[in-house]
Structures are given as C-alpha cells and as structure tokens.
C-alpha cells in the first residue's frame, strides 16, 4: 500500500494542470501514489494529463467524473486513494522539491496531521512572499487548532496538510458539496479530532497568484450563497462539538467560526445585512465572544465593518 496519496482535483485548468502535474511526478517513489481526479473538464484538460500519464510510467490514477465542484472531486480523491496519508494539490499550484521527502521523516513517527508553510507565487515561479505561521511538535489536535486559528492566515487550506486518511474516513468527515467556503468548513475540525499534530518551518506549497487565481465577487447571488454557506458550516460546527465531545478548544472553535460569519456582514447590501443579522441573533453567535476575545473583535470586526452593525448585533 502506498504511504502517501498525492491528491489533485482539476477543473478547466488546459494552462496549469502540467506544471502541478509535474512538481508531483518529480518526487514520486516507491511509497507514493499520484490521484488526478478530473472533475468533468470540457477544455483540453484531459488530453494534457492523458499525456503526462502515459509518458510518466509510475503510480498515477486517473479519474473522470461529472462536474460538482472540487468538495466532490476531493472527496472522489480520498475515497480513491490507496494512501495512508494524503495531501492535496489544487491545480492552479505545485507543490515544492522536496515535499515528499520532508514528509517521510514525520510520517515514520505515525503523527495524524503534518503541517506546512506556503509561498505565494507569480506566474514565473517567482516569490512574492512566503506566509509565516507557528512551528511546533507533536501536540494534540485541540491545541494545535488553539495555536493556529488566530495567527495563521491558512489554516483552513487543506493544501498545507499530510492527513492521515483515516481522520476523514473513519469519522465520515468530508468536504460539503455544493458549498462555498469547504474547507472553512471542514479543516479546523478534521485538526481537532487529531491525536497529534506538528507544524513544520518547511515551505512545501506554492499558490500561484493571477487574476483568475484571486478570489473575486463579482456575482452577488454568490455574495448572499457564501453567507448562507458560512452559517451552515457554523450549524455544522456546533453538531460536531457534541458529537465529538470537544472540550479544550470549543470556546476558541467557537469564536473562530463566528469571527468569519461576522466579517461577512460588509460584503452585503443594507436589505440582506438585515436579514443575516436576525439569522445571527438567532443562533446568539455575539455570546460566543468572550472577555478575552473582545480586543480581537475590535479589531477584526467592529473596525472592518461599522459600529452600529454591532449594536445591531447585541441590540
């Protein structure tokens, strides 16, 4: 059985898919297997990877299936994999020299999630700048969240991670289709489940920034999807703390996830922040900041958007 599964949904990427392909196929051994799941792409996309798959001659998989958005297509990825561990490659980006080999050295010690730094990247492969984040060894999943929700800007990437499969399979934890913000959604709680976790000063994954690459709202029904969205991975939250009984990191798993619906309040017209702010005081989210948070909403929230949506808020 292979020890790591290299996992890359693609959709529509005719001008990059080779170059995620490649950064992959470069470090592949014995012990790793490459999954391409091709999420019903009607570009020259598969033609590409056809290509890169025949020439290649080592451990690849190749799926196509129709298209339902990346949550689908990595969640086809996990359940095809034959990997212990798995790591995902989005494929607008590539990984970096040297990954896998890293990787290995942490995988020996059975150590449930490894995680990674990141690079932003031009189109040349030229550094804009590398995103900092805690380093730390071997603590458990609640206090590795505790470490990263606050003072790493990607701990939601999946992309940044070695999984064990397991996290995934064993507790029917995946990412929800058909939604906005996924791996918002499901990341921090597939790291609080872990038994142990290390953050490792290795940048190990590049994001290619372009303009199609940047995050872009310029369809407003997506606006109010996103926000819809964000409220349900919030519902799904709270399940998931009496499921899994989360004691050490509820409060902040709390906090952290009414922080991000907050700050999506600035992206709606007057009508529908009305709306969504009835949803929030439904679900009395504002109780979830407690004293010791206040300063960060401050700043995080009362700042970016408008004092009286606040008081709006706790009205």
Same mark, same amino acid.
Request: with cysteine; hydrophobic share 35%.
């Given at each position: 059985?292979? &020890? ?5 949904? *693609? ?6 898919? =080779? ?16 999954? +391409? *799941? ?9 033609? +590409? ?26 969640? %086809? ?10 790591? %995902?490659?989005?494929?607008? #980006? ?16 059975? +150590?449930?999630?490894?995680? $990674? =730094?990141?690079?932003?990247? #031009? ?32 701990? #939601? ?19 929800? &289709?058909?939604? $906005? ?6 990341? !921090? ?18 994001? *290619? ?30 399940? %998931? ?36 702010? =009835? ?11 407690? !004293? ?24």
């Amino acid at each position: 059985m292979a &020890k790591i599964s290299v996992i890359i949904p *693609v959709y529509n990427r005719e001008k990059t898919i =080779k170059r995620a392909i490649d950064s992959v196929i470069r470090q592949l051994d014995e012990n790793t297997e490459l999954v +391409i *799941v091709n999420d019903g792409s009607t570009d020259k996309t598969e033609e +590409i990877i056809k290509k890169q798959v025949e020439e290649c001659g080592k451990d690849i998989s190749y799926y196509k299936k129709e298209n339902e958005g990346v949550a689908s297509a990595r969640n %086809f990825g996990i359940e095809h994999s034959k990997g212990e561990y798995i790591i %995902f490659v989005d494929s607008d #980006d590539y990984v970096s020299p040297n990954l896998i080999k890293t990787l290995n050295i942490y995988l020996d010690k059975d +150590i449930d999630i490894i995680k $990674y =730094k990141a690079t932003h990247v #031009d189109s040349n492969g030229q550094a804009i700048r590398r995103i900092d984040g805690p380093v730390f060894d071997n603590i458990n999943g609640e206090k590795a969240f505790k470490e990263l929700a606050f003072s790493d800007i990607l701990m #939601d990437s999946p992309c940044l991670y070695a999984f064990k499969k397991e996290l995934f399979t064993k507790n029917s934890l995946f990412f929800k &289709k058909g939604t $906005y913000h996924e791996d918002f959604g499901l990341i !921090p709680l597939i790291l609080i489940i872990a038994k142990s976790v290390v953050s490792i000063n290795f940048y190990g994954y590049n994001y *290619v920034q372009t303009d199609e690459s940047i995050t872009r709202n310029d369809d407003y029904q997506k606006t109010t999807k996103r926000m819809q969205d964000c409220l349900l991975h919030y519902d799904n939250m709270l399940q %998931f703390i009496e499921q899994f009984n989360v004691i050490e990191a509820r409060e902040d798993l709390k906090t952290y996830y009414t922080n991000a619906v907050l700050l999506k309040l600035k992206l709606l017209n007057k009508k529908d922040r009305k709306q969504y702010i =009835k949803e929030i005081k439904n679900r009395k989210m504002i109780s979830n900041i407690k !004293p010791k948070n206040i300063k960060q909403l401050i700043k995080k929230v009362i700042l970016s958007i408008n004092i009286n949506w606040y008081l709006l808020l706790i009205g």
